[in-house]
């Protein structure tokens, strides 16, 4: 029978609700079965604790004597911004400062105001008639501002990516540190605990849902921006008053070489009105799949090396083209499991009522990427392309570079698949050696181009392994083309 929102305030109110996490609801289910768990559970607590770059805080500083109508604002030397109003402005987390860089941000400056330390605040204006005033330098604290208004527009992903590097050098990026030649693998989220995970098809999650948002009241104000959900990467936008958080559930982090973010604490109620949610916040690590993708390559859609379940993930180990890889969270289960069950205290105290969303969050979006003019490799390489065949004598090679006036020559299998590459130097050096075929002086290992690449990624390959010609190939590996750094020269003079 299914249940009203009603009924389940009434419970709430009276002190019997019956309030589990999501981890115990599987468990439920497991033991009772869906109908008896939808019956016998009232409320399913959710939560959540990582890394979110897209949060800040609106502010109002009040009015100043003289008035000023503030066009730069700085928060300990982290600017905001100010395009809104006199004495407003929004702090975006991963703001860096002017004087300490990487060190600190607009996610400090958040901490800091949390715990009640004196912030310097900087600003200056053109003046006005109404606004003389043009510059201001004061002290001020969370207590004397009159509001402090957390809007995080992307928040509590309902899953992330799995990151890895094939490549030989380090990466440092927004999913942590990542290893050469597949050293680690990161990944975020909470689970199974998940909130967006418990309500994929959002039939309780909404516009006006009331949620724990830092240690305080929030609310879900719409979808999160990039919002994906047919891909399974739902996304929300959230709002609370950030004199009721805690700096327990807000923490800045620093990721080495990429910058500043905000660790966000967020919890969801998801009330058991049937069958169907039971099912859903039913849900286990190894239900939740998501991909491993190779950050090393640096294009919008990186290439999925496989499909993993949160279950390996939290494993410690997957296995990555025959090679163990380690894997590490760059979320905290443990505070993501202490929102849930604070949560759940809440509720079961009668201190925290659900709400009905007054809208739903759409479902039947489509996330477009940047429309951009890109000039890609295949616009500008050099074809048909002068190769070589693997087993061909270092001579053979020495008439085609001299005949063809070329300083490249790739090594090509009978299937015109890249082998190897030669250069006119390594000719030169083949004379003073013993050598007969270019398989012997070949360069193996070819860093290569692809058709769809950007011309800006092939020029940065060039640069980053110092050479002089990129073999261009198809998805087969058969070489079709050609990249040489005069070509792109002769482009950049036109």
């Known amino acids: 029978m299914p249940k009203t929102l009603e009924e389940i305030n009434r419970k709430i109110k009276e002190g019997n609700a019956v309030v589990v996490d999501a981890e115990e609801m599987s468990l439920i289910v497991e033991e009772k079965g869906l109908a008896k768990a939808a019956k016998e559970v009232d409320v399913v607590t959710t939560g959540t604790f990582g890394a979110m770059c897209s949060s800040g805080v609106f502010l109002n500083f009040g009015h100043s004597e003289e008035p000023i109508k503030m066009q730069r604002v700085w928060l300990n030397d982290v600017e905001a911004y100010t395009g809104i109003a006199a ?13 300490k860089g990487f060190d600190y941000g607009g996610a400090h400056v958040i901490e800091d105001l949390l ?35 957390m809007v995080n527009p992307r928040n509590a992903y309902q899953r992330y990516n799995v990151a890895t590097n094939s490549s030989d050098k380090t990466l440092y990026t927004y999913m942590g540190t990542l290893l050469p030649n597949f050293g680690n693998a990161t990944f975020s989220g909470a689970g199974a605990l998940s909130p967006l995970c418990n309500d994929p098809d959002y039939e309780t999650i909404g516009i006006g849902t009331k949620i724990f948002l830092g240690g305080g ?17 739902g996304t929300l936008m959230v709002k609370g008053n950030l004199k009721e958080m805690s700096a327990e559930y807000l923490k800045p982090a620093i990721f080495h070489k990429y910058g500043v973010t905000l660790y966000v604490g967020i919890g969801v109620p998801i009330p058991v009105l049937n069958e169907s949610i039971a099912r859903k916040t039913a849900i286990k690590d190894a239900d939740i799949v998501t991909n491993v993708l190779d950050y090393s390559v640096p294009k919008r859609d990186r290439p999925i090396l496989r499909k993993v379940t949160y279950e390996e993930l939290k494993s410690g180990l997957i296995e990555i ?9 760059l979320s905290s289960y443990f505070i993501a499991k202490k929102i849930a069950l604070e949560l759940k205290n809440w509720l079961e105290k009668g ?8 809208e739903k969050l759409p479902y039947d979006v489509v996330f477009k990427p940047m ?15 002068i190769t070589i065949k693997g087993g061909s004598s270092i001579r053979e090679a020495a008439n085609l570079i001299i005949e063809k ?41 070819v ?3 692809e058709l769809e690449e950007s011309v800006e990624s092939a020029a940065k390959k060039l640069q980053e392994h110092n050479i002089s010609a990129l073999p261009v190939v198809d998805k087969e590996q058969k070489v079709v083309g050609m990249i040489t750094t005069s070509a792109l020269s002769k482009l950049l003079i036109k």
């Open 87 to 99: 004495v407003d402005a929004y702090l975006g987390a991963t703001q860096l400062s002017e004087t």
């Open 115 to 149: 715990l009640g330390k004196e912030i310097e605040l900087r600003a200056v204006s053109y003046g006005t008639d109404c606004y003389p005033k043009k510059s201001l330098k004061t002290k001020i604290t969370l207590e004397y501002l009159n509001q402090a208004i």
């Open 217 to 233: 009241k929030g609310y879900v104000i719409g979808e999160g921006t990039q919002h994906n959900p047919k891909a399974g990467f």
């Open 321 to 329: 083209q025959g090679k163990e890889v380690p894997t590490s969270s």
């Open 351 to 358: 201190n925290f009522l659900i709400s009905a969303p007054l």
């Open 371 to 385: 429309k951009e003019e890109i000039m890609r490799v295949k616009d500008v390489m050099l074809a048909p392309v």
């Open 405 to 445: 006036n070329i300083d490249h020559l790739p090594v090509v299998s009978k299937e015109n698949k890249i082998l190897g590459i030669l250069t006119s130097w390594d000719i030169s050096k083949a004379v003073l050696g013993k050598y007969r075929f270019v398989d012997e002086i070949m360069t193996e290992k």
């Open 447 to 449: 860093i290569t181009a």
